[in-house]
């Protein structure tokens, strides 16, 4: 058990909505890690967020958004929902920012169906 | 970009001895290659990291050549809950900015008894 959990574990919305997923990262971790993951494909970085700061962004819109609170757990909230939005979105912890500074531990994800 | 590049698919049976080989040709010096592996709907698990020569714990080993251009996943013996993606990563920088993690669409191994 990675001691990453992330709410909610299903959901669906409509085109338009607004949608908060939520990530509490494992204990004594300090870096969150967003990802989608699309069927079939592997996981695409969205953002990280490292001490509270936004701290590196893939190729994804404004409209993707994130927090990150000082317990460390983190927010990804999405705007305006389109269908191509319906993933895996997955949340990971990690203890520093730096890509090499060992592995990630991921959540299970949220499963977002957009109709 | 620093992409990898991996099979598609590898077929198996029990018992064997699976190789996985990725390949990065822009690996920067800086950086490791990990591996890890993901079964369906559940969030990818760390197996593996590495920065040249040869890795090894519990579950697999790394190998890594001098030019670090290539990296070969060896998974010992594998059993029927080895059938999962596995995906090679290196770090990447976007504009600057801390590197995050680049998942290519990884190699899915099937073992059969």
């Known amino acids: 058990e990675t001691g990453v959990t992330q709410s909610p574990t299903h959901l669906i919305k409509t085109r338009g909505q607004q949608v908060t997923l939520r990530c509490s990262s494992q204990?004594?971790?300090?870096?969150v890690s967003w990802y989608q993951q699309a069927l079939g494909q592997g996981p695409q970085f969205i953002f990280q967020?490292?001490?509270?700061?936004?701290?590196g962004r893939g190729n994804f819109p404004p409209r993707f958004s994130g927090l990150q609170f000082p317990n460390y757990s983190s927010e990804l909230n999405v705007n305006a929902l389109e269908l191509d939005d319906s993933a895996l979105y997955l949340c990971?912890?990690?203890?520093?920012?730096?890509?090499?500074?060992?592995?990630?531990?991921f959540g299970e994800g949220s499963r977002l169906t957009v109709l | 970009l620093a992409k990898t590049t991996q099979p598609i698919s590898m077929d198996s049976y029990e018992g064997q001895e699976v190789n996985i080989t990725c390949s990065h040709n822009?690996?920067?010096?800086?950086?490791?290659i990990t591996w890890y592996q993901q079964f369906p709907s559940q969030g990818p698990r760390f197996i593996i990291q590495?920065?040249?020569t040869k890795v090894t714990n519990e579950v697999a080993s790394l190998f890594i050549p001098a030019d670090r251009k290539s990296s070969t996943l060896s998974l010992p013996r594998v059993s029927l809950s080895d059938t999962a993606v596995y995906y090679c990563l290196v770090g990447d920088d976007y504009g600057g900015s801390q590197g995050n993690l680049i998942f290519g669409k990884g190699t899915k191994l099937s073992v059969k008894p």
């Open positions: 204990s004594g971790h300090n870096t």
């Open positions: 822009n690996i920067a010096t800086n950086d490791y």
């Open positions: 590495g920065y040249k």
């Open positions: 990971a912890s990690s203890l520093g920012a730096s890509r090499n500074t060992g592995e990630l531990f």
């Open positions: 967020y490292y001490r509270e700061e936004e701290n």
